[in-house]
């Protein structure tokens, strides 16, 4: 297991900084110049190898995860980050969703961290489960009821909606299955079974809200055509096109350039897919020059280090 906490959140911070510079252009944009390495430029003036609000908080949760698990020390955090005191690219925030935007207002505010995300049915942006990888690592030996009850937590910080809930867990427990070395059909086939026997034994939520997941849950998303696979900053649309990305590629690489290529919301597509591609396919998978090019990627080691030494110690 060594390295599986640097593979996962260097994958995603990659992911994400892959992302960054073509933020919101089409489709057929990027089919017609591509993102292969690391840009510069573009649609924030970043420099190549800058990372976004995706891995800004991720690096907030896993930051406060080191010391355990408190949902006020995680609130903080994120509201430290709003303010620039920690975990900025550059020293300052330059991309931030409405949502989050708006649950840290809460915060800074003194409301409890579990009521601060938004609860209705617009509230289902990706902002929290673009950032929740990080807790794998702790709930990785709880049971399921236990697992389901921290993600729920950890996402109402900014996204309480029981969707955005939802799509936080499923994507928890294929990683989950992926951290446990299954392969990569089989750990999704495992994950289906998991979670529907899960949510029909549990009562968490409607038929309705049950059926958002049909393609995920019920039949295999990697079998649809790409034209039928969004990329927008909906919840299910980027949970559906990471999991779409990652079980139709062969290497850490295709998969985030395949998620990044999507279009619209290209670094937390490539974000969530880049967590995945990273556990999966292993740290020295990751192309060597796209992890000398991000930014801050030794501050990030190190967090991963003192992460790993927490919930990975050596006997």
């Not at 960054?20 to 649609?43: D, H, I, N, Y």
């Not at 790409?226 to 590629?249: M, P, R, T």
């Amino acid at each position: 297991m060594k390295n599986t906490v640097k593979a996962g959140i260097l994958g995603l911070c990659i992911g994400d900084a892959l992302g960054v510079p073509v933020e919101f252009r089409s489709r057929e944009q990027l089919r017609r110049s591509p993102v292969t390495k690391m840009r510069a430029l573009g649609t924030h003036h970043q420099p190549a190898g800058t990372w976004s609000d995706d891995s800004s908080l991720a690096l907030c949760l896993a930051d406060s995860l080191c010391n355990g698990y408190d949902p006020e020390n995680i609130a903080l955090k994120f509201l430290q980050w709003y303010n620039a005191e920690i975990w900025t690219p550059h020293g300052r925030v330059f991309d931030i969703g409405i949502a989050t935007r708006q649950a840290i207002h809460k915060i800074s505010k003194g409301i409890a961290p579990q009521l601060c995300g938004g609860t209705s049915e617009y509230d289902n942006g990706n902002g929290s489960l673009m950032r929740i990888l990080p807790l794998l690592f702790y709930i990785k030996n709880f049971k399921i009821e236990q697992r389901f009850d921290i993600i729920k937590e950890v996402s109402s910080i900014t996204h309480a909606h029981i969707r955005s809930v939802l799509a936080c867990f499923i994507y928890l427990e294929f990683l989950l299955e992926i951290m446990n070395g299954t392969g990569k059909n089989e750990s999704y086939k495992k994950m289906q079974a998991t979670v529907i026997h899960f949510l029909d034994y549990t009562p968490i939520c409607s038929q309705n809200e049950m059926d958002q997941f049909e393609r995920i849950l019920k039949n295999n998303i990697s079998s649809y055509p790409e034209d039928e696979i969004k990329s927008s900053g909906y919840v299910l649309h980027s949970l559906e096109a990471s999991l779409w990305c990652f079980l139709n590629s062969e290497s850490y690489s295709e998969a985030v350039l395949k998620a990044v290529n999507l279009g619209e919301d290209t670094d937390t597509t490539g974000a969530i897919t880049g967590g995945i591609a990273g556990i999966y396919y292993g740290f020295g998978n990751i192309p060597q020059d796209w992890i000398a090019e991000l930014v801050r990627k030794d501050d990030i080691a190190e967090l991963c280090e003192k992460l790993e030494n927490k919930y990975f110690p050596i006997v």
